[in-house]
């Protein structure tokens, strides 16, 4: 006989030998009792989960000689309702070779016309079995023609058919057919089971292995039976000796454990020379900078899940490994483990945008070594003294002007000095530019509106006078970005709502800090103070062209009286063209990209 891959020789061929699912087993046997079963199911669940397992199931019960006339009539409690696989019914189906158990792959047979010659078959009696069964996998993938060509024969289907439609993505199905359908959701198995029973298939297979390797091929799987099983198949033809956690990392193409821990060592020593040091060494093995920097963050919230849940961690981890990251995290302090979850998280969101992840890992590990706090963990600034908040005068703007006057005389206490104090607080306390950094990157990741959350990297705080704050983008291609309403408003309300304060948001590019985006383009519309191109009477030696033409015109040499007239425009059409020329040099020079503001 052929080899057999290992998921195919244990798959289950009972309803008892199904793991993991007594909500969907217990279902089905109690409707097989009752002859109450119905004619269209829908399993839904992650891959490897048992789906099309138990779509065979249930049509080998259906069909079983030993169980006549189960499903449409009720039996005895006591009656064994698990298909006997001995019969020939049984054993076709198990074969895959029953004529009237029909497996479809809805992704290869995806179309109407498929849909049209199902509908023809299912009027036809069973040629072997007693009833027919159609198994439609990832029933997802066919077109809405298809489900529409469905529908009226999966609601009223012949009495000798039954429908088991299977997917993995329940959501993509639609209501229409969920509707004429029982639903079941599998579940994904826990690594307990998934440990349990590859240890089982292991011993009846001859596979020595190692508990932490059984662990580590368990966690791989990620709930999946058909996967812990593939995967135990894999490790067993690379590995002629016992197979070890080393030897499953390698297959995995996964970063070891202890290449994590040695990392994580490190960190905590707060040493960043140590850091640097074991980077190089583990770069230099062959590790990828980017897939250490995703290991490492899972590293520390295992960490985390040993700290506040031991529990659950010696369940998920087994009880060796549970022991050694319970050993690491005795050595840090609870928040440092926090903010190191934090930060590389945070780091890594920004791989897609930097091309050197190594430089990412390497900054992210010596700012934990070197004990500087991450953003969400900075303490709040105290607030200022009042003396010196009215004191310090803000920065000199042509705008402002009368502004800057009056706050250089601030120790009289005026009224202008204590309006500008009392913009300067927010409701309950100091409103500081201290403040708006610190929370500015909590702010900016709680954001809804796209364009700002796609600009967050590239703005930062940069003045706050009363309530106006100068943002600075790293270009000035950003901050026009910014200086659009609904980006700049949707900067100003996360503002408001975290702060509590209205705030005037100001983009300015980075380089230009003396004049804002906003008010750049609402000056490139405005004509200019010294006209870009001087009046006809500025320029005596210049010919006219009117004059010139006119004079070819009437054969004179001179200008008649209406060229003359035509020549000497005045001052306020001197004005009008000389804006419309600065515009047009702005819209050239690209000051000028989303038009006028009124528009």
């Not at 001197?574 to 006028?596: I, K, P, Q, W």
Request: hydrophobic share 40%; proline share 7%.
């Amino acid at each position: 006989m052929a080899y057999l891959s290992l998921y195919r020789k244990y798959r289950s061929q009972t309803f008892d030998e199904l793991m993991g699912q007594q909500h969907v087993t217990q279902t089905l046997q109690n409707a097989l009792r009752a002859g109450r079963v119905a004619h269209a199911y829908l399993f839904c669940g992650p891959r490897g989960t048992g789906k099309t397992s138990t779509a065979r199931l249930l049509a080998k019960s259906l069909n079983c000689s030993r169980l006549a006339g189960i499903g449409q009539h009720p039996i005895p409690d006591d009656v064994d309702v698990n298909p006997c696989n001995v019969c020939d019914a049984c054993v076709r189906i198990t074969e895959g070779r029953s004529l009237d158990v029909i497996e479809i792959d809805a992704a290869s047979n995806r179309g109407i016309d498929d849909i049209k010659g199902l509908r023809e078959q299912v009027r036809y009696s069973p040629s072997q079995e007693r009833c027919k069964c159609y198994i439609v996998d990832e029933v997802h993938q066919l077109s809405s023609d298809a489900f529409n060509a469905l529908l009226k024969t999966l609601e009223e289907p012949p009495e000798h058919v039954y429908f088991v439609l299977a997917t993995t993505e329940a959501h993509r199905v639609p209501r229409t057919i969920v509707s004429r359908c029982q639903r079941f959701d599998f579940r994904s198995a826990t690594v307990q089971d998934l440990a349990a029973n590859l240890r089982h298939v292991a011993a009846r297979e001859g596979i020595r292995i190692s508990d932490e390797a059984l662990w580590g091929l368990a966690r791989a799987a990620s709930g999946s039976w058909r996967d812990s099983l593939s995967l135990l198949e894999q490790v067993a033809a690379y590995c002629t000796d016992e197979i070890t956690a080393e030897d499953v990392d390698a297959i995995l193409g996964a970063v070891e454990l202890p290449a994590l821990f040695s990392l994580a060592e490190a960190v905590a020593l707060r040493s960043p020379g140590e850091v640097f040091a074991r980077i190089n060494d583990l770069v230099a093995q062959g590790k990828e900078p980017r897939r250490l920097l995703t290991a490492l963050a899972s590293h520390f919230r295992d960490l985390l899940l040993v700290v506040t849940a031991p529990a659950h961690a010696a369940a998920r981890f087994g009880p060796e490994l549970a022991q050694r990251y319970k050993e690491q995290a005795s050595t840090m302090s609870p928040k440092l483990i926090l903010q190191a979850a934090d930060l590389l998280q945070q780091t890594e969101a920004q791989l897609r945008w930097i091309s050197d992840h190594r430089l990412l890992l390497e900054m992210a590990l010596v700012k934990l070594a070197a004990g500087e706090p991450s953003a969400a963990q900075q303490p709040q600034p105290q607030p200022a003294p009042v003396a010196a908040a009215v004191q310090e005068p803000p920065p000199t703007t042509p705008a402002r002007a009368p502004t800057t006057r009056s706050s250089v005389s601030a120790p009289r206490h005026d009224k202008a000095g204590s309006e500008r104090q009392s913009r300067a607080t927010d409701t309950g306390g100091n409103l500081t530019l201290e403040a708006i950094k610190s929370k500015w990157p909590q702010m900016m990741a709680r954001t809804t509106n796209g364009s700002l959350k796609g600009l967050g990297p590239r703005l930062s705080p940069m003045e706050l006078t009363g309530r106006r704050l100068k943002v600075r983008a790293t270009s000035r291609v950003f901050a026009r970005v910014l200086a659009v309403d609904d980006t700049r408003k949707a900067l100003e309300a996360a503002l408001k709502e975290t702060f509590g304060a209205e705030i005037t948001v100001v983009p300015v590019a980075d380089g230009d800090v003396g004049a804002d985006v906003t008010s750049r383009r609402q000056s490139a519309f405005a004509a200019p103070e010294e006209p870009l191109v001087p009046p006809p009477e500025e320029m005596p030696d210049l010919p006219d062209p009117f004059s010139s033409v006119d004079s070819v015109a009437n054969g004179r040499g001179e200008p008649d009286a209406q060229a003359s007239s035509r020549s000497t425009p005045s001052a306020s059409a001197s004005s009008d063209e000389s804006a419309d020329l600065m515009r047009l040099a702005d819209l050239f020079n690209g000051t000028v990209m989303y038009g006028h503001e009124g528009e």
